[in-house]
């Protein structure tokens, strides 16, 4: 057995807030092609272990890689996306290591000239828009997986699956211009949102196409001087990310406090233990002897082809929301959320286009429907309630046909049968009671059997008006028109 590592005494929170960390994210993204970066392999994910590769991906001597298209297509409209400048003449470059997992002995990536810099990604964050620079976004391919658990064997052996080897990755690369975890969470947040607004990927965790390292140094409040900074690697959930992050600055302040100094490495998240651990020891630049790769010509992306690609670009979060905001009159906050999505958004301006007020249904949306879609664990593109029929019960709410209170009830009815909102109301008799005669009744009833609470009420203690609308509303199963209600009750009891 191993010695377990020493955990590292955690600094106390006033020895922290003397330090402020410095973050910045390697984001590697899997391109959402149907073939790998360079063979004609598919990048299907769960396919039988070894059987989607060909001599160019397991790196075969003699086999040469052709570009996949569709990868660079990709690459150039998440950095047009985020505001990089796409560069007419890039280069893939080889980056020579050893690894099981690495069958060709090196990675085809690019290195001195990379498909685009120079970028930006605006991210909200306690209430406050801040920009994130983004220094380089440019295009590799992804090494194979080691499985070394799952195997009766697994004691003494590990094995390969070279399936994932070749798949096409677009590698992000920000400045280091966030100051906390979670702002290094609303980065990944928004860059996540832009990749799937604009297709490049998937971005599914679970299956490795987004994956972050996160480069992180501290230093004492009011230092201009970066620390020396430690790579994290392995943040494959956002929840990592920021456990990671906020472990690895306590560990390094810990280390500054007692007179220690962090060394330049690489560190490994462990989920199990929840703490970063050493990896090896950074390598840099030169390790790697990255050299032009031969057997691919350098990469002319003309400017045609790049305005190509901007035209086809659809509309981004930001200009979503703010649209959202502009046109629709709803908070910032609830912009944010109805726009988390393209398919969220999508769905709520068909419910508006369907004829319901924009608030009434931006609100409807966040609370009733998302619940619902939650507990079923159904995504919005599977809402068994469809924008037009959401739109027709809206209406009903609107109009006083029903009451919020009946209108949500039937919402449920419908999430859960697929019927109409007009079907529900005839079949259980919900129509909201608003005749003024029938309500009176009702409420003299209520009065006459609780006369004490009327002549409390009568003497001063106002907060018992609530209880007599209760009793009113539950006398008429929910569905009398509260307003009126409260009209008459208050000439009744005055
Ligand atoms: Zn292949």
């Known amino acids: 057995m191993a010695k377990p590592i020493v955990q590292e005494l955690r600094p106390a929170a006033e020895v922290l807030a003397n330090y402020g960390p410095v973050i910045g994210l390697e984001v590697h993204v899997q391109l959402?092609?149907?073939?790998?970066?360079?063979?004609?392999?598919?990048?299907?994910?769960?396919?039988?272990?070894?059987?989607?590769?060909?001599?160019?991906?397991?790196?075969?001597?003699?086999?040469?890689?052709?570009?996949?298209?569709?990868?660079?297509?990709?690459?150039?409209?998440?950095?047009?996306?985020?505001?990089?400048?796409?560069?007419?003449?890039?280069?893939?470059?080889?980056?020579?290591?050893?690894?099981?997992?690495?069958?060709?002995?090196?990675?085809?990536?690019?290195?001195?000239?990379?498909?685009?810099?120079?970028?930006?990604?605006?991210?909200?964050?306690?209430?406050?828009?801040?920009?994130?620079?983004?220094?380089?976004?440019?295009?590799?391919?992804?090494?194979?997986?080691?499985?070394?658990?799952?195997?009766?064997?697994?004691?003494?052996?590990?094995?390969?699956?070279?399936?994932?080897?070749?798949?096409?990755?677009?590698?992000?690369?920000?400045?280091?211009?966030?100051?906390?975890?979670?702002?290094?969470?609303?980065?990944?947040?928004?860059?996540?949102?832009?990749?799937?607004?604009?297709?490049?990927?998937?971005?599914?965790?679970?299956?490795?196409?987004?994956?972050?390292?996160?480069?992180?140094?501290?230093?004492?409040?009011?230092?201009?001087?970066?620390?020396?900074?430690?790579?994290?690697k392995n943040l494959n959930s956002f929840r990592f990310l920021q456990r990671a992050l906020e472990y690895e600055i306590e560990r390094q302040v810990a280390v500054l406090e007692s007179g220690g100094k962090i060394d330049q490495e690489t560190r490994l998240w462990n989920v199990a233990a929840g703490r970063t651990e050493p990896m090896r020891s950074k390598e840099f630049a030169h390790d790697y002897r990255y050299f032009p790769e031969p057997d691919l010509l350098p990469l002319r992306v003309s400017p045609a082809w790049s305005d190509e690609i901007a035209e086809l670009l659809p509309e981004l979060p930001d200009a979503k929301r703010q649209r959202f905001v502009n046109d629709f009159a709803i908070?910032?906050?609830?912009?944010?959320?109805?726009?988390?999505?393209?398919?969220?958004?999508?769905?709520?301006?068909?419910?508006?286009?369907?004829?319901?007020?924009?608030?009434?249904?931006?609100?409807?949306?966040?609370?009733?429907?998302?619940?619902?879609?939650?507990?079923?664990?159904?995504?919005?593109?599977?809402?068994?309630?469809?924008?037009?029929?959401?739109?027709?019960?809206?209406?009903?709410?609107?109009?006083?046909?029903i009451n919020a209170a009946t209108g949500k009830k039937v919402f449920v009815s419908m999430f859960t049968t697929g019927k109409s909102a007009a079907e529900i109301i005839a079949a259980e008799g919900l129509s909201q009671v608003s005749d003024a005669g029938e309500i009176e009744r009702l409420c003299r009833d209520v009065i006459e059997k609780n006369p004490d609470n009327a002549a409390k009420y009568r003497a001063g203690n106002e907060g018992l008006f609530k209880f007599f609308v209760g009793q009113a509303m539950r006398a008429s199963r929910g569905q009398a028109n509260p307003q009126t209600v409260n009209e008459i009750l208050k000439r009744l009891l005055s």
């Open 331 to 401: 908070t910032p906050y609830d912009a944010g959320v109805l726009a988390s999505s393209r398919e969220l958004a999508n769905y709520f301006e068909d419910v508006i286009a369907a004829g319901a007020a924009p608030k009434l249904a931006a609100n409807w949306i966040q609370v009733e429907l998302l619940r619902q879609l939650n507990e079923a664990g159904k995504e919005i593109t599977a809402s068994p309630v469809a924008p037009g029929p959401f739109a027709e019960l809206l209406a009903k709410v609107a109009s006083g046909e």
């Open 32 to 232: 959402k092609t149907a073939t790998k970066a360079f063979c004609a392999c598919s990048t299907r994910f769960g396919d039988p272990p070894n059987s989607t590769t060909c001599p160019v991906c397991l790196g075969l001597p003699g086999a040469l890689p052709v570009l996949n298209r569709r990868a660079v297509e990709l690459g150039i409209r998440a950095a047009l996306a985020l505001h990089l400048t796409i560069q007419e003449t890039s280069r893939f470059a080889r980056k020579n290591y050893f690894y099981p997992d690495l069958p060709k002995g090196y990675q085809i990536s690019m290195y001195e000239l990379p498909l685009a810099t120079g970028g930006w990604l605006d991210i909200d964050h306690e209430a406050q828009t801040k920009r994130i620079g983004i220094t380089r976004l440019h295009l590799e391919d992804d090494a194979a997986k080691n499985l070394h658990e799952g195997f009766s064997d697994s004691q003494k052996n590990s094995y390969v699956d070279y399936n994932r080897g070749g798949t096409p990755l677009a590698e992000i690369v920000s400045e280091p211009d966030m100051r906390s975890p979670s702002e290094a969470h609303a980065y990944l947040t928004a860059l996540k949102q832009v990749l799937l607004y604009t297709e490049v990927s998937d971005c599914n965790m679970e299956e490795g196409s987004l994956r972050c390292d996160a480069n992180v140094s501290v230093r004492r409040r009011g230092a201009e001087k970066f620390g020396t900074k430690a790579e994290v």
